[in-house]
């Protein structure tokens, strides 16, 4: 008991400190979120294309009646699904364009070496 107050005892002097900053931190975080967006900031008028035509192909299908099995699988042949096509497919990670791509596993193992120094 003696060192739970001996220790609150300590934390009196700078209660105010620690208030302070706990609500500093907290502004902090809740004001500038958008800091983590350093990267490619895309224009406005980027990829509508693509866009306008999915919904376009998504609103005729969904006035028309509902396709058969055949006509679905032949436009998923086309690309990612019957209605997006290959829209955006050189973006997406699969594994045909992701085998140089290093897993966590590695990645961890290659800060640990660097970390302990021990690069082999």
Same mark, same amino acid.
């Given at each position: 008991?003696?060192?739970?107050?001996?220790?609150?005892?300590?934390?009196?002097?700078?209660?105010?400190?620690?208030?302070?900053?706990?609500?500093?931190?907290?502004?902090?975080?809740?004001?500038?979120?958008?800091?983590?967006?350093?990267?490619?900031?895309?224009?406005?008028?980027?990829?509508?294309?693509?866009?306008?035509?999915?919904?376009? @192909?998504?609103?005729?299908? +969904?006035? #028309? %009646?509902?396709?058969?099995?055949?006509? $679905? &699988?032949?436009?998923?042949? *086309?690309?990612?699904?019957?209605?997006?096509?290959?829209?955006?497919?050189?973006?997406? @990670?699969?594994?045909?364009? +992701?085998? #140089? %791509?290093?897993?966590?596993?590695?990645? $961890? &193992?290659?800060?640990?070496? *660097?970390?302990?120094?021990?690069?082999?």
């Amino acid at each position: 008991m003696k060192n739970i107050t001996s220790v609150l005892s300590l934390l009196r002097p700078v209660r105010f400190l620690i208030v302070a900053f706990t609500c500093a931190l907290m502004l902090f975080t809740n004001a500038f979120p958008a800091f983590a967006i350093d990267s490619y900031q895309s224009k406005p008028t980027e990829a509508t294309t693509q866009l306008l035509e999915t919904q376009k @192909k998504t609103d005729e299908i +969904s006035r #028309s %009646a509902p396709p058969g099995r055949a006509k $679905v &699988q032949e436009e998923s042949n *086309k690309g990612l699904n019957e209605v997006q096509g290959d829209a955006d497919i050189d973006k997406m @990670k699969r594994p045909g364009n +992701s085998q #140089s %791509a290093t897993s966590v596993e590695d990645e $961890v &193992q290659n800060f640990l070496e *660097k970390v302990t120094g021990k690069n082999d």
